[in-house]
């Protein structure tokens, strides 16, 4: 049988013709095309419309250099960095009200690169709409924004006078340590509360938030205080007034104060508390701070969660905090009771046979304890605990309890894990803070260095702590060093990173412009 002639249909003797696509000619120019509602080619049918006829080619934003915001229309200013996702929010908008009186609809927006001190703003549109009998066609636009530059509200009263601030929001914690602010910092990032601040300081034992309006400050007070348990008092300063229009500017000042407890503190309850949570402890742990804390009996599982008010009618402080944990190596463990989830975390009671990792070498010391790690832990494994063998503490509360109680000689508190180099695949995004070179303390430095890499390995390690915070995915990272990290060693799986989009490069360019030429070849539908 000849190669193209019809096959016969099986067993029936009769012949089924080849299926082949009709095509038409083109009414303008003749060339054999597959038929449409207007019986033209693309070519000719491009040539004689134009969708992009009305659109804007030429538009201005206004941008704010010192604090790298643009002006949204009539008086918002929104900050972008270069060739960001909200820098192409803010171009958009400017075309939206055109676009949409033309009934012209945008299937897609792109950055053309410019140099920086052009003051150009490059876009290529994909732009669609429907034309004769139905016809959708699709064509590129370029927009050209200028750039002029013009202080926003607030930098103008800082250029005019840095001091001129109207409101200030004081966050303080009185602990040794800066993990509560290092968490703080990503909440406010993430939420955006803090980007309407003049300038963030850092002061010894907080930081310090100005703002050109009292309504900002509120605002960032009013989103700490479902956060964290937080105390505030307000205060307000009288800098002029108007006798003749009664008209007074004040300068207002929040002052924050968290609440001393930590995430993994060892707490102490005095007789009261310990009544008033329906005997719960003596000895407890922090597990979790929110607006609440919630309380944990490592002993018998129970979890009391306590508001910040009623906090202040105790005002316990911590008798061991996470600088003060001890490394145990775990020789034995036998699980007591099945694993329980309690808010979301899961707990299991065992009995533990623990020495510390210090005295191997030196001593004989084994310990006995009883813990909620059960699940976790398992022979051989090392866990941070606390020391209350050989703690020397300065705890009334603790020392009522000694005297009252057979308190544990270990309390365990998390499993660890082994220390070795390793690389993240995930970063974080970090506020501009202004630090005082003149107040730094020697060695400060490398101390805040320290708390902020135990920081990460908290997110490394705890997927509850980095629910509610933006992970980016790093794109320095080199999956040829993982291999360095052992295989029990918890790490933040690639599901839960964001793309950090930073549009651009060149050969995504050339990709783009390469999709967006054949679809221009050819008619949608």
């Given amino acids: 049988m000849m190669p193209g002639s019809a096959a016969p249909a099986g067993g029936a003797g009769m012949f089924v013709p080849a299926a082949t696509a009709g095509t038409v000619l083109c009414c303008m120019c003749g060339v054999a095309m597959q038929p449409n509602p207007a019986n033209m080619c693309a070519r000719c049918l491009r040539a004689r419309v134009d969708i992009t006829e009305g659109v804007p080619r030429h538009a201005a934003v206004v941008y704010c250099p010192d604090c790298s915001s643009y002006l949204q229309p009539p008086r918002s200013w929104l900050r972008a960095t270069p060739e960001s996702p909200e820098l192409m929010q803010i171009l958009l908008r400017r075309i939206n009200r055109p676009l949409a009186r033309l009934r012209v609809s945008l299937s897609g927006a792109e950055f053309v690169f410019s140099e920086p001190h052009s003051k150009r703003l490059r876009l290529k549109l994909r732009l669609r709409r429907e034309v004769l ?15 002029h530059d013009r202080l926003c509200d607030s ?6 006078n840095p001091d001129q601030w109207v409101a200030v929001v004081q966050l303080r914690q009185h602990v040794p340590h800066r993990r509560t602010f290092l968490y703080l910092e ?32 509120a605002r960032l007070v009013d989103f700490l205080a479902t956060v964290a348990p937080v105390q505030t008092q307000t205060a307000k300063q009288l800098v002029s007034h108007d006798t003749k229009s009664s008209v007074y500017n004040y300068k207002y000042t929040f002052s924050v104060e968290i609440c001393p407890i930590c995430r993994e503190d060892l707490i102490a309850l005095s007789p009261q508390a310990s009544r008033d949570m329906g ?9 979790k701070v929110t607006n609440a804390i919630a309380l944990l009996d490592p002993l018998t599982l129970r979890v009391h969660h306590l508001e910040e008010k009623k906090y202040r009618v105790y005002n316990f402080k911590a008798a061991l905090t996470s600088k003060q944990l001890v490394e145990y190596i775990v020789l034995d463990i036998e699980q007591e ?9 899961r707990y299991q009671l065992a009995y533990a046979q623990v020495a510390r990792v210090s005295d191997f070498g030196k001593n004989d010391n084994i310990f006995t304890v009883r813990t909620h790690l059960g699940h976790l832990l398992n022979p051989g494994d090392h866990a941070l605990g606390y020391d209350l063998y050989g703690a020397n503490l300065n705890d009334d509360d603790m020392d009522t309890a000694m005297t009252r109680y057979s308190l544990p000689e270990v309390v365990l508190v998390k499993k660890s894990y082994e220390k070795r180099p390793r690389t993240r695949r995930w970063k974080l995004k970090r506020l501009p803070i202004e630090e005082d070179a ?59 990173l964001i793309e950090d989009l930073t549009l651009g490069g060149d050969e995504e360019d050339e990709e783009d412009e390469a999709a967006a030429g054949n679809t221009q070849s050819g008619m949608v539908e």
């Fill in 133 to 147: 009998h139905g016809i959708v066609l699709e064509q590129t636009h370029p927009v050209e924004f200028v750039v």
């Fill in 438 to 496: 003149g107040n730094k303390a020697k060695g400060e430095e490398e101390k805040r260095l320290d708390e902020y890499e135990a920081f990460l390995k908290d997110l490394d390690q705890d997927a509850d702590l980095r629910f509610n915070i933006n992970l980016y995915k790093d794109e320095d990272y080199r999956s040829e060093m993982a291999s360095t990290v052992g295989d029990d060693v918890p790490t933040v799986p690639l599901e839960e």
């Fill in 155 to 160: 930098c103008s009263r800082a250029q005019a």
């Fill in 186 to 217: 990503q909440l406010l990032l993430k939420h955006g509360q803090a980007s309407l601040a003049i300038r963030v300081a850092a002061a010894p034992g907080g930081l310090d938030f100005f703002f050109g309006s009292r309504s900002h400050a």
């Fill in 337 to 345: 009771s099945p694993e329980i989830s309690i808010d979301g975390s």
């Fill in 279 to 287: 005997g719960l402890g003596p000895l407890v742990l922090c597990v």
